[in-house]
Every structure is written in C-alpha cells, then in structure tokens.
C-alpha cells in the first residue's frame, strides 16, 4: 500500500491488510511540522505499537477476566500463547483469527521535505516504531512544488544525494526512496515535437532517471521505489505507466525495486511484476478505489494471495516473513467468514458481487474506524466516495449526505444506503430478464444497446475518472465528420457549381 497523503491511515492499512496488503506505508508526512509541531504529530502518527489505547479498547473485556483470574491467583501456562501463534519469530505478533488482534507490519513511514538535518531529526523520532523511513520524492502535487519537495526535487541530485546520505549514516533504521520518473530540465522539452524528437527526449530522460538510481543506491538508498510516469503526467493528463522504464532500472541496480503505476486489477499487478521483474508493486489509486485489489477473488479473501510474502527486505534481518506467511494464511481464512459473498448466490440472484462487495468492505472499513478513528472525517469520507463512486455518481441525494456527514452513525447509513440501491438495481435487472436466469457480474460486465453495440456502466469507477474522460476525448479528436461530396447552392447553378464541392 503506497504512502497517501490523507488516505493510507491506519484504519485503511488495517482493511488492506485483511485482503492482500503485506507491506504498508504511513500517509506523506511533513517532516518540518512532524518535528516541530507537537499537536501534528500527535494527530498523524498512527502505528499499532505507538498507540497502545486503541487496542485496549477492544480488548477491554479479555482485560477485564484476566484480572478477575489473576485476583483469584489463577495464572495461565506458559506456551499457550505459543501454540495458539499469537507471538512470531522475533517476537512479533501474528493473526490468530481473534477479531480484536490486528496486524500492521511491516510498515515504512514517509517523510517530505527539503532539509537533510529536518528529515533526519523527524525520522529520529519514530525509527523504533517502523521497520524503515522512506523520503517522498515522487510527490506531483502543486504543494510540493510550493513547498519544495516530492517530484520538484528530481532535478536536484546533489541535494537528494545529500539527504540519503545523511539519513543513512545516522538513522539505525534502513532508507527507502519513492521517485517517479525524471522530468525534462527545460519546459520546452515537454512541448509537442517530431516523433523522432521525442524518441531522443525519452532516452535522454530514462538515462537521466537510471543515474539517479545510481545515486540513490551509492548514498545508502536500501530499497527503491519507482512510478513510471513524470510529475507532469497526472489527473487529466494521466497517461500510459512506463513500465519498460521501471524494468531497465531493476536491471540496473542491485537494491531492491518496487514497480507503481498502472495497477488497477490484481491481474495488473501480477502483469506488472512479470513485466518489469520488480520485487513488488504497490498501490495507491487502485487500492483507495477498491481495497480488495490484492486478494485474488473480488468476493471474498478465501483463497492465498500471491502477491503476499514480500521476498526482499534482506537489510531487515529482524523481519521473519516466514511467520508472515502462516499468519495470512489463517488471517484470510478466518476473516473470509466476516464478509464472504459466495459467487453462486451472486451469479443465481443477478447480484453485481463487485458493488455488493465494495459496499461490505466499506462498512467493515467504518467498523475498523470505530476502533481506530482517523485524525479527521475526512479521511472516511474520501474513502467513502472513491470506494463507493459508481453508486454515488448515480444517487446524488447519498453525495450530498456523504458531504455532510462527520459522524459514525451518518457514514454507516450512507453505506446501507448505497448498499440497498445496490440490491435494489440488480434484482430489478435479474427480474426484467427471468428467462436469462442470474447473468451475474452484472456490474462487471457490458450492457447490450438496443442497437445491439455493447458499452461500459455509465459511471465508471473512481480510478477511471481522469482515465475515461481522456479516452472519451481522444475518441472524439480521432472521429471524422462526414462531409458531403456536393451541396447545392442557394445562389443557383449558373456560376458556381464546384462552389459547394468537398473531397473527403
């Protein structure tokens, strides 16, 4: 789960965890106002480890007993806790299919900034709590370019050098870096040119990007991860992942890399690993529309995930992933239980099990926020509507109560809501067509015209947003009007008649 400003809280590394999520990133934090402003730091330094009152919560009732036993001068047995797998090599914690136990490891924290002494002074205080510190430098917002940092800083190696090298040689905890591929230097650059221009411009900038690798590995960079698009290329202007790119720099180096971009469906991700060879992939859009996009079935996490087992980290001798892999095992088969939609009573009922699903998820995500609150509202709010969009973009009443919603309660009724409104189309769907019994993933699938021509839902998903709006429009440039050979002319066929002739 990549690091998302607002969004990779702790309650959403919780949910992603339970479906497919191994390694985790805290949201982009500002490492100046982390280490300077104490009320900041408070709000948004969310870890399982740092924040022992949430769990208590939860497990207030298991307290409860255990006390009430101790009083009487009952004491368990040693080794229990041994066999039921709840303490892992290196005395980390496992699921144990408990509800109340939650599993967040391991987890990088990421910081912004510019100062090498302020990155390093924030980090200190927290290295102990994360298995590694990750400085943002692929960030293409505008406020990073006003602040300056993120992707404004890719065109300033010695300065990024700088920063490495410093947190390497003082942090006790290994460094990470999160780049995107490297900008022109000259506006220009970026402007419309001959194909043969920009073939050379393309070759010049991966050379540019793989020397910044270099360094990034040369300074002490532990583990890289790369997006393969420019700053520039974002939101309207997305365009297609450079994975070839990402590739030539896992060839490169010698650290381990991690592929971003263009991983919207678990199949993308394994696509994305074949492709470029890379030692993982990560998530941020994909998983902010869809958290279950690392769990091989979209209905429920049953089956193990491929995806899991990180296999490098080899700087953290103290992470045993092996347990790793006997704790998801049990986690996703205990937590199936919790949400499972079997696909047969979808596909029977003409039950949409992607929608369906997203809506259950949503409220399990809202169940983990009761436990675990977010530092705003926000932060479920968003959720709320990039999960939920395809079912918010048809209902406005539900948007507008989203919009104004701050409490629980409110969130919930909007999830019940949209799940409702769910059921209600599909059945209406299932029982238009009985004799075509359950046509299942229906809200997957394509909806015939009666011209017969097939066409996608009309509202798409929240990944697809900038996505479908720019192949709607490339569509539209590449269309040509029809134009009439001939038109008569009004002024007659004395003088003019090739006045109104066309050629096509």
Known sequence: MAPMVDASELAFRLLGRRYGVDLAYTPMLHSRLFLDDSKYRALHWQTLRSSPSWTQASCSEEEDVQEEGEEEGEEEEEGEEGEEGEVSEGGRSQWTGDESQEFDEPVFVQFCGDSPATLLAAAQLVEDEVEAVDVNFGCPQGIARRGHYGAFLLNEPELLVDIVSTLHKHLKTPVTCKMRKVSPRNPRDALPRSEAALVLDEERRLQDTLRLCDAFEAAGCACLCIHGRTKEEKAAFVGPCDWLAIRHVKQRLSIPVIANGAVETYEDALRCLEFTGADAVMSAEGLLDNPMLFAPSRFAPSSFCALSFPSFLPFSPFLSFSPLRDSLRGRLSASSRLHAVPRASCEFLGLSPGLLQRCLVMQEYLDLCMRFPPPHPSFVKSHLFRCLHPVLAEHEELRNSLGKAV??????????????????????????????????ETGRRHEETHTGESQEAPHPTW??????????????????????????????????????????
């Open 407 to 440: 409490e629980y309660t409110e969130f919930s009724a909007i999830v019940d809501a949209a799940t409702a409104h769910v059921k209600e189309r599909e059945f209406s769907r299932w029982a238009a067509k009985p004799h075509e019994g359950g046509r299942g």
């Open 463 to 504: 990944y697809r947003r900038h996505r479908t709006n720019l192949a709607r429009a490339q569509k539209k440039e590449t269309e040509t009007k029809e134009v009439p050979l001939w038109e008569p002319s009004e002024e007659g066929a004395d003088g003019d008649v090739f006045s109104n002739l066309f050629f096509a």
